[in-house]
């Protein structure tokens, strides 16, 4: 990887989250990106808990489809989710920082897919994303 390819994926990633009042407002922090890959943070409130006292499920999502989101949007242009499926392997509570690690195992022209490992602060997955991306546009980082 080249320190221009790095550059433009911390220029893009920096651009999409400028306008991601979504990830913002649940305190997502961006910890790593380079082309095909972005690491974000979440630490989960208790108003993120759900009716058995865990982290509401709909939230882990949030985090790896945001993680996701700025892995297959590093490379420039403008990608889309096309669809994507979860696994919940383990609880989150309260109080856990979760680590969403986005990897890129293919990429065409149009077309992505990604899988995202969501981790709590001891290192246990609780849940395994796979994401397929769709490039709509061709304007880098727009």
């Known amino acids: 990887m080249t320190d221009v390819a790095r550059t433009r994926a911390e220029d893009c990633v920096r651009a999409m989250w400028s306008r ?3 990830s913002q407002a649940l305190g997502m922090r961006v910890v790593e990106v380079r082309p095909g890959y972005a690491q974000v943070a979440m630490a989960v409130r208790a108003d993120m808990t759900n009716g058995h006292g865990i982290c509401h499920g709909g939230l882990i999502f949030a985090l790896a489809d945001s993680a996701f989101a700025f892995a297959c949007n590093s490379h420039g242009g403008k990608t889309v989710a096309a669809g994507a499926t979860i696994d919940f392997l383990a609880p989150a509570h309260a109080g856990d920082e979760l680590l969403a690690t986005a990897i890129e195992r293919s990429r065409s022209r149009r077309t992505g ?8 602060g001891a290192g246990t997955v609780v849940a395994l994303f ?3 991306s769709h490039r709509i546009g061709d304007n880098p980082c727009s």
């Open 20 to 22: 991601d009042a979504a």
């Open 113 to 120: 897919l990604y899988d995202v490992a969501v981790a709590n």
């Open 130 to 132: 796979r994401g397929r």
